[in-house]
């Protein structure tokens, strides 16, 4: 099976709310973690960063914390827009890049209006 | 700054036959790395390229391989198509495979008939 999951396949959050997508990881090796959004028919954007030695980065209305006593991830999405809505997935990286990304299934974000 | 671009957007083949597809990395990327989103799988590791060496390959068959030029852009090759081969094909690149995010093109939809 995958070592990065996430808990929640769909997220649906009104215009304006804030948004919270979590994901585990099953590796305590993992040292990289990075955020995707996907929107349909395009390839993964990047979306921010975190280092296995830091436990919170902020970026422009998100920030990602990481938990690694317990092995979790997450990525808050402050005043969600309707731009915000799009699958987004968690990858992990754990052997310097040599075996590539590992990503969670997604998780689809929908904004109601 | 143009991102990664891929070719061609679609490609549509039969049973059994070659494929091939294109990737041009971020300007001073030299890292080249393959995936496969196929449906319901989520983004599965295809290849690695680094200064023209293939550095690693994920869990795929020997008819998929690829190359990579002096100029850093990559082929993707995949032999005797079968219809699972069915996917979104995509390529990323990083200036660091060990240490920098990994940024994705568009892809390459390629269907099998």
């Known amino acids: 099976g995958e070592s990065v999951g996430l808990h929640l396949p769909t997220l649906s959050v009104q215009e304006g709310d804030n948004s919270i997508i979590n994901c585990a990881y099953s590796n305590s090796a993992s040292d990289y973690f990075i955020w995707y959004k996907q929107e349909s028919g395009k390839g993964p954007q990047f979306i921010i960063d975190i280092r296995s030695n830091m436990d919170k980065r902020q970026g422009q209305r998100v920030t990602v914390l990481l938990n690694k006593t317990v092995k979790h991830l997450s990525l808050q999405i402050a005043a969600t827009q309707p731009g915000d809505s799009a699958v987004y997935f968690c990858?992990?990286?754990?052997?310097?890049?040599?075996?590539?990304?590992?990503f969670g299934k997604g998780t689809h974000l929908i904004i109601q209006p | 700054e143009a991102g990664v671009t891929q070719s061609p957007t679609h490609l549509i083949k039969t049973r059994g036959q070659q494929a091939t597809l294109r990737c041009s990395p971020i300007s001073g990327h030299t890292s080249v790395y393959w995936y496969q989103q196929a449906l319901g799988l989520g983004l599965q590791f295809l290849l690695w390229y680094d200064e023209g060496e293939e550095r690693n390959r994920g869990n795929f068959p020997p008819r998929f391989s690829g190359r990579q030029f002096p100029n850093y852009s990559s082929e993707l090759n995949v032999n005797a198509l079968e219809l699972e081969d069915s996917a979104l094909y995509l390529c990323?690149?990083?200036?660091?495979?060990?240490?920098?995010?990994?940024?994705f093109g568009d892809g390459t939809r390629l269907s099998i008939l």
């Open positions: 990323a690149s990083s200036s660091d495979g060990n240490d920098q995010p990994q940024h």
């Open positions: 990858a992990e990286n754990w052997s310097g890049g040599a075996d590539g990304l590992t």
